[in-house]
Each structure stands twice: as structure tokens, then as C-alpha cells.
């Protein structure tokens, strides 16, 4: 039902793109959005099946975060051409297909389905903007191609195209590593990260909101299925590399969209440690206050510029705009994982699975990395109550949503259990 | 009612936060020390209160508090505390609103009864801390914050760490503190664990090498005193070792036991020698508070039921005496604009009610017979002494020191000649003086009644180490 509603609402939006004034193609963009969500948490924990598309716990939540982000996206976003919310739109689509499918062949064009929209997105800002999306076209162009491959083998040495299906042998493990890589391009962990500074940098910052918020939701969704049951070390590496290198290469930053871009790859690397130990619940925890906290980021941050950021540029903003300034500084503190903010319960809660699984060793490697990180969380919380000149036209609707989602951060701080059981039916 | 406790002046801050007026806060103040008062009075030995709501279903973590002689104590301090910056210090409503509201949160921490619960409100007892320095601070404000945070910071994730080994190794169903008690950890695991709490409590005591972010804190917070009297009240390594750290892995302390004792004298020494050569009010007290806290942690190092009473006296007392000395810096910086000693000179001729509230707040602070801070020290000192006689004869020097730097400050500042002229005690510090001479008398002369709920508790702690009463 929500795949039929959002690709119905894309196909005939497409149509009436060309008769329909802007702003009102806005407003039936969020509301195909809206249905869609609406159709989602109505038919919550039924299961839906139909061939090689079957909604369960998995989709519904990850979907969800999806939407969330899309929906964000649109409303943030100032422009006076169609084209962009329709290609959200199919983005969103896309996505709810990657999230509910076992099928390989169909995740591949799930995946497809909701890249092509985003390499379009990339390029909304012409110049700075199209060398971005060529990189982000290439790798990703790269990535679908490993996707095949392994799908292919996946196929000879299964004799199924169901993800999860159990197998052995060395045919088997280069499935596996083939479509782990196909899908961490997607969700930027390291070393396939190479094209995420320079895209996020590029990239109008409400696509860019809709990448790490959006794609990352979808994706794991899909590395859940795939890679899960059986990746073993290799994901482990993966981990390891990303935690690293992502906080690190953090610290140097200068500019606001590239610093979250390195942190969103160290959250990536948090993240798969939770797929590690093969706990849905944990990483639809962590996945939820991340696309909370780094939306709200971009979020703000797409008020203060379209354009790119320069960490100097946030100076000051505490006193023009309080509510944007105390938003940024609650979702980097979120980021981060301080309590009582919704951020620390994400980071528990991989870690306690860490723990329990007993690798002591990635636990502790997460833990210092997550240290590391408090120091370019902190300057870019802090940045905004030093004196300067920040500059900011926010609209009241995008700082009420701000401060909306900065409340609910707390609020899934102090209470956190109240939404753990919907997404433990994964 | 532990939980009223603990959101009464939580939902004061918030109102004031939101811009109420100023006299709410004073209201808000006054309301949490009466009841934390009566839940003190009304305490009598176990766990009394107790409260336990699932946090996370299937994870083991519950909002646990209760009220034992330990966490009456220090609700009763900390609620005095408080009381006594909203009445003297000249801070602006929201400025109160976030003392209050760290005062809810030290109440949850002090009452915690899950581990998790207890670092949540360890971590988040941070922020009004951090609020209150980067807006009222003073210009080299974002590099204290940078120092504070990144040693808190740093020191808690170990922290977190040994929280979850804890649990995973000792085998307990829940993080509730009774249950992991159950389940301690044992053998070589054990260091590392304690090891992992030890850096974060040793940060928050502060012990010696680690005590690099406390002058930075407090020099660059707001003159009132307002702020360091709360960053005060926050110094709760040393509770936390007592509750946490050493009963949760006693082999592991056993093992470091030595080397804290060592650490403990020398912060102790160390503070009083930094201190003595001071220039600044805030200076002084801020080292004062490290050579304090060394006393106390070694205290509760000793393992002996007679320290950790002490020990545990003297971090409730000094929050009293020392916050009480950094709100009355306060008020001398109001009258004069400075904080350097130096430039007061021969107060006490046109301001004798001020002198004596301030010796009454520094001989407390030396530990005179019968003032707030004599016990603790005592008992400590007895219990350092069983534990090992060279360094508690060595830590005793920081006594001695203490001596030497409260009464040099008391005498360049109060007495000698030429006299500067100031205002006297009036208006709103009258029942401040009042409140904090009272309440220093009646922890000076009246010891055996605070503690009569937290002996038990400390022999419990002794026994766990295997020695005792």
C-alpha cells in the first residue's frame, strides 16, 4: 500500500508537473509524502507481501526514517522548478523498495531507482555543484556495478536471489564482500567514503540532508538482509576503518557540511557495529537519533547558507537567532551522544550489544574514536555563542520544525523506551 | 517523594528559564531544602523512598532512586547550598533557574540506584555547569569550556566502558546497583574495570594529575560565586568511588590502593601549597577545594569504615564552607571590583559583620573544633592513619597549610591599617550569614546525628574490602 501511493503520486505528478504552479506542486509533494507515511503507520505490524516485496518490522521503521528525511528535504528546500521535489519523490520511492525486498535483482533496482533522482539532486547548484555529482554519479555508477557482480555470485553459489540465504565456500564470502561494498558506498563507511566530503561539500545542503538522513536509512536497511548473517570480519574492519578514519579526518575540518560529512562516516562505522552484532533494534535506535540530530544539523545550516559553510560563519548566531543557534548546539550535543540527549541512548545501545557480543576490542575502539569526536562536536556547538556576524533569514516554519525536533531529541532521551518496542519487530 | 525531590527544582529552573521572575527562584530554593530537610529528618537507616520504573524494558536499566543515609546527606547540603546562592547572589532569574536546575540533577545523581541512571544524570549534571560558563563567563570563557568538557568528556567514556563490562562480566540481569553488587567483578578483569571508573571519578574529585581543568573553571565563571559554589557541589568523585568504583570491583582497587592513597596526600599537599601562594580569591579557593578533596578521597582510600565517614562528612561539609566563601567572594567583588587579595586590606573596620561571617566560613574551612569541617577531617585522618601512618602524617601537613593560607587571606583582607571603606552585611546577606553560621555550628557540634544514617553504609563498604568493624 505505501509503495502503491508513492509511486502512484510520482508517475501522475510527473504528468502534472507541466500544468500545476510550483507552490502547489510543493504542497502535493508533501502530501504523496504524507500518505505514503500515513499508509505506512496504518498498516503498522501487518505484515504485506506481494511476490518479491514484502513489508515487515525492518521496512516499515527504516522506511519511515526515510520519509522522515524526505520529507524534511521538501520542506526545507527553496526552489522554483518541479523537478526537484518529483525526484525526491521517486528518490522516496526507491527507497521504501530498497528497504522491503529480500529479492537481489530488485534491490538492485531499488537501489538504482533511488540513486539516479539523487545524482540529478546533486547537480540543482550548477558549477561547484557538478563536479560533486560526477564524482557521486562515477563511484556510485561503480558501486552498482559490485552490487551486480555479487549478485551474480550470490546466485551461483546459492542458486537463490533471497539475501539471507545461508552458503559457504570462497565463492560464497566474495558474494558477500561484493555486495557489502556495493552498499557501503551508499552509506559512506570507509575506505569506501572517498566520494562523501566532496559530495555533502557540493551539494545543495537540503539534498545533502536528504543523503545522510534518507539513502543511510534505506541502505542499512538492505545491509541488514544482505550482509548481516554472514559478513563476519570483514565488517568488523569495515568498522574499525570507518570509526577512525571518519572521527580524525573530522577534526580538521573548516567547513560545517564537510565536518558532519567525516562524522556521518564515523556514525556509519557505529552503525555497522550494531550489524555486527545483529541487532535490528540497536541500529534502528542509532539510525533514528542520527537522522534526528544530522538533520537537524543540515537543517540549520541550510538556513544560515545554501551555499557552503565555513565554521567561522557560525559565530554569533546564538544571538541572532536564539532558536537556531540552541537547535545546532542541541543536535552536534546529540552527535555526539551526551546524555540525557536521544544520541547517548543510540551510542548505548550499540555498545551494550558490542559488549554482550563480547568484542572488546571494537567497544573500545568505538569509545575512543567517540572521545575523539567530542572535540569537533564541541567547537561546532560552541561556534555559534561566540560574538560575530552570522548570517540568517529563517523562515518560522523551518525554525519551528527545528526547535520541534531539537525538543523531541530530549524528550527520546529522557524516555526512550517508549519507542523501542516498534522498532524491535525487526 | 524522592523523585518530588529531585523534579522540584528541576521544574523551578525551567520556569525560570523560561523567564519567571528571580523571587520564584529564591521561592523554588527555599521549597527543595525544606523538603530535603524532611526527607532528611524522615530517613531513618536502609532505603527509604525507594522508586523503580522501567528506563529500558529488556536492557536491564530501570529509573531506580532512593534515599539512604548517605544521599540524605547530601540532599540536605546540597539543598542548603543552593539556598544559600539564591539568597546572596546577584545573578539574574535564567542564571538561578540553571543552579536550580543543576541542583535536580545532582539530587538524581546523589540518589541513583542503577548505574546507568547515575552516569546519565553524572553526564548531564554537566550541561547547566557548561551553560552557566558560556553566558556568564568571563572572556577566556571558550577555552575553560574546551578544558572542562574535553576532561569530563574524556574521562566519562571509560567510564561507560567499565559501566557495560561490569555488567556483561560480573553476569548481572540488570544495572540496578543491588544486583551488580551481587555480581562483582572478580579476578584480572577487575582492574580494568575499576581502572575505567577510577579516571572518571578521579577527574571529578579532583585527584592530582587530572585537577588541570578546575582553576580554568573557575577563574573565567561569572564574579557572583554563584557558579563555583554549584561547581562545588559537583565535585562528587569522591562520593562516587565510595558508592561505585570500589565496591563494584574491590579487587581492582585493591590493587591500586597504594598509588590512590599516594595520589590522594599529594593533591591534599599540593592544593594547600598552590593555595598559599595564591593571588586571587577564586584561585585560592578553587586550590583549597583540590587539597580538600584530596583529604577526603584519601579518607574513603583507607577502606576503613572511620575514613570513608569522614571522608564522605567532608565532601558533604565543604560544599557548604567553600560554596559559602565563593558566594561571599562574590558579594567582596560587588563592593570592590576586584578578586585579588592584595588590594583589599583592613575590611573589618568598616565592615565588622562581613569579617566575622567571613572567619566564621574560613575556620570552618581550616577544620576548628566545632565548626563543619573539624569531623570530617578528624575521621579521616584516623582512618588514613590505620591505612597507612606516613601518609596520613604527610597528608596532615595540608591541615597545617590550610591554616596558613585561610588566615594569611583572612588577615590581608580584614585586618591591617589603612581601612578601605565598604558597605557592611545588609539586606538579603543577613539570613544568608545566619543560615551558614547555623548550619557550620550544628555540622560542627552535632556530627553523630548526620551520620548516624551512612555508618552502617560505610561499614558495609568496609567489609566488602575485607576489613571493618
Redesign the interface.
Known amino acids: 500500500m505505501t509503495l502503491l501511493v508513492l509511486a502512484g503520486f510520482s508517475v501522475v505528478l510527473t504528468l502534472l508537473g507541466f500544468f500545476v504552479s510550483v507552490p502547489a506542486f510543493k504542497r502535493l509533494t508533501i502530501l504523496g509524502l504524507s500518505l505514503g507515511l500515513f499508509a505506512l503507520l496504518l498498516t503498522w505490524g501487518r505484515a504485506e507481501a506481494f511476490g518479491p516485496y514484502q513489508v515487515d518490522g525492518v521496512s516499515r521503521a527504516f522506511t519511515l526514517l526515510a520519509l522522515l528525511g524526505a520529507l524534511w528535504t521538501v520542506g526545507l528546500v527553496r526552489t522554483r522548478r518541479f523537478e526537484f521535489y518529483l525526484l525526491v519523490l521517486y528518490a522516496a520511492t526507491g527507497m521504501h523498495l530498497l528497504a522491503s525486498t529480500k529479492n537481489l535483482v530488485l534491490m538492485l533496482v531499488a537501489l538504482e531507482a533511488l540513486s539516479l533522482p539523487l545524482y540529478a539532486l546533486a547537480t540543482w547548484r550548477r558549477g561547484a555543484g557538478l563536479e560533486a555529482a560526477l564524482k557521486y554519479f562515477l563511484l556510485g555508477a561503480l558501486a552498482a556495478a559490485f552490487f551486480l557482480y555479487g549478485t551474480a555470485l550470490f546466485y551461483g553459489a546459492t542458486g537463490s536471489l533471497l539475501a539471507g540465504t545461508p552458503g559457504e565456500g570462497p565463492l560464497y564470502a566474495l558474494a558477500l564482500a561484493l555486495l557489502l561494498v556495493g552498499l557501503g558506498f551508499k552509506v559512506a563507511l570507509a575506505p569506501f567514503h572517498f566520494w562523501t566530503p566532496d559530495v555533502y561539500q557540493g551539494s545543495p545542503t537540503p539534498v545533502v540532508l536528504f543523503m545522510a538522513t534518507g539513502v543511510k536509512a534505506a541502505a542499512f536497511a538492505a545491509l541488514l538482509r544482505v550482509v548481516a548473517p554472514g559478513a563476519g570480519d570483514a565488517l568488523a574492519l569495515l568498522v574499525a576503518l570507518s570509526v577512525l578514519i571518519g572521527n580524525l579526518a573530522a577534526l580538521s575540518q573548516k567547513e560545517a557540511k564537510r565536518l558532519l560529512a567525516y562524522s556521518s562516516i564515523a556514525h556509519a562505522g557505529y552503525m555497522a557495529l550494531a550489524l555486527y552484532t545483529g541487532n535490528a533494534q540497536a541500529l534502528g535506535f542509532y539510525l533514528l537519533t542520527y537522522v534526528l540530530a544530522t538533520g537537524l544539523a543540515f537543517a540549520v545550516l541550510s538556513e544560515v547558507s545554501p551555499d557552503q559553510v565555513p565554521l567561522e560563519r557560525l559565530k554569533g548566531l546564538f544571538h541572532k537567532d536564539p532558536l537556531l543557534g540552541l537547535s545546532l548546539f542541541v543536535a552536534a550535543l546529540s552527535l555526539l551522544g551526551l546524555p540525557p540527549l536521544a544520541g547517548f541512548w543510540g551510542k548505548y545501545l550499540v555498545f551494550t550489544e558490542a559488549a554482550k557480543a563480547g568484542q572488546w576490542g571494537l567497544l573500545v575502539l568505538a569509545l575512543l574514536t567517540s572521545a575523539v569526536s567530542a572535540y569537533y562536536y564541541l567547537g561546532l556547538a560552541l561556534m555559534v555563542f561566540q560574538k560575530g556576524e552570522a548570517e540568517a533569514a529563517p523562515r518560522p516554519l523551518a525554525r519551528n520544525v527545528a526547535l520541534l525536533v531539537a525538543l523531541f531529541l530530549l524528550l527520546l532521551g529522557l524516555f526512550p523506551g517508549t519507542v523501542l518496542p516498534a522498532l524491535a519487530a525487526g | 517523594m524522592v523523585v518530588l525531590a529531585i523534579l522540584l527544582p528541576i521544574l523551578f529552573g525551567v520556569l525560570l528559564l523560561l523567564g519567571a521572575p528571580r523571587a520564584l527562584g529564591v521561592l523554588g530554593a527555599l521549597a527543595s531544602f525544606a523538603l530535603n530537610l524532611a526527607l532528611f529528618l524522615a530517613q531513618r537507616g536502609g532505603e527509604s523512598f525507594a522508586v523503580s520504573l522501567?528506563?529500558?524494558?529488556?536492557?536491564g536499566v530501570y529509573w531506580a532512586f532512593a534515599l539512604d543515609g548517605l544521599s540524605a546527606l547530601f540532599f540536605l547540603t546540597v539543598g542548603l547550598t543552593v539556598l544559600l546562592g539564591a539568597l546572596v547572589a546577584r545573578v539574574e532569574g535564567r542564571f538561578l533557574g540553571l543552579a536550580l536546575l543543576m541542583e535536580g540533577l545532582l539530587l538524581g545523581l546523589f540518589s541513583a540506584q542503577d548505574l546507568?541512571v547515575f552516569?546519565?544524570f553524572f553526564?548531564?549534571a554537566?550541561?547547566p555547569a557548561l551553560l552557566m560558563l558560556?553566558?556568564y563567563g568571563g572572556e577566556g570563557r571558550?577555552r575553560a569550556?574546551?578544558t572542562f568538557?574535553?576532561f569530563t568528556?574524556?574521562g566519562s567514556?571509560?567510564m561507560?566502558?567499565a559501566i557495560?563490562?561490569v555488567?556483561?562480566l560480573g553476569g548481572s540481569p540488570t544495572f540496578l546497583l543491588k544486583d551488580l553488587l551481587a555480581h562483582p567483578v572478580r579476578g584480572e578483569a577487575a582492574l580494568w574495570v575499576f581502572l575505567g571508573f577510577a579516571l572518571a571519578f578521579a577527574i571529578k574529585t579532583p585527584l592530582f594529575p587530572v585537577h588541570a581543568w578546575l582553576p580554568l573553571f573557575h577563574r573565567e565563571n561569572h564574579p557572583s560565586g554563584l557558579a563555583d559554589a554549584m561547581g562545588t557541589l559537583y565535585k562528587v568523585g569522591v562520593f562516587a568511588f565510595f558508592r561505585y568504583a570500589i565496591p563494584l570491583a574491590p579487587e581492582g582497587f585493591a590493587e591500586l590502593q597504594g598509588l590512590l592513597l599516594f595520589l590522594a596526600a599529594l593533591s591534599a599537599v599540593y592544593g594547600a601549597w598552590v593555595a598559599f601562594s595564591a593571588k586571587d580569591f577564586k584561585t585560592l579557593l578553587a586550590y583549597a577545594g583540590v587539597s580538600h578533596m584530596g583529604v577526603a578521597a584519601l579518607g574513603v582510600f583507607s577502606g576503613t569504615p572511620e575514613g570513608a565517614l569522614g571522608g564522605l562528612y567532608l565532601l558533604a561539609a565543604s560544599g557548604v564552607y567553600t560554596g559559602g566563601l565563593f558566594l561571599l567572594a562574590g558579594r567582596l567583588y560587588e563592593r570592590l571590583h576586584t578578586l585579588e587579595i592584595g588590594r583589599y586590606r583592613g575590611l573589618s573596620h568598616s565592615a565588622p559583620g562581613l569579617a566575622a561571617l567571613a572567619l566564621f566560613l574560613f575556620l570552618a574551612m581550616v577544620g576548628l573544633p566545632g565548626l563543619a569541617g573539624f569531623p570530617g577531617e578528624l575521621m579521616t585522618l584516623l582512618g588514613a592513619y590505620k591505612a597507612s601512618p606516613w601518609l596520613a602524617g604527610f597528608a596532615f601537613l595540608s591541615v597545617i597549610a590550610s591554616a596558613a593560607y585561610a588566615l594569611t587571606a583572612f588577615q590581608k583582607t580584614f585586618w591591617e591599617e589603612e581601612g578601605r571603606q565598604v558597605a557592611d552585611l545588609g539586606g538579603e546577606e543577613w539570613p544568608f550569614a545566619l543560615l551558614a553560621v547555623l548550619a557550620l555550628v550544628l555540622l560542627g557540634v552535632f556530627p553523630g546525628f548526620f551520620l548516624q544514617g551512612l555508618r552502617p553504609l560505610a561499614e558495609a563498604f568496609a567489609r566488602i574490602l575485607g576489613g571493618g568493624a
Open positions: 522501567p528506563l529500558l524494558p529488556g536492557a546507568v552516569y546519565l553526564e548531564a554537566l550541561i558560556l553566558f571558550v569550556i574546551y568538557l574535553l568528556l574524556v567514556l571509560p561507560l566502558a557495560l563490562a555488567k556483561a
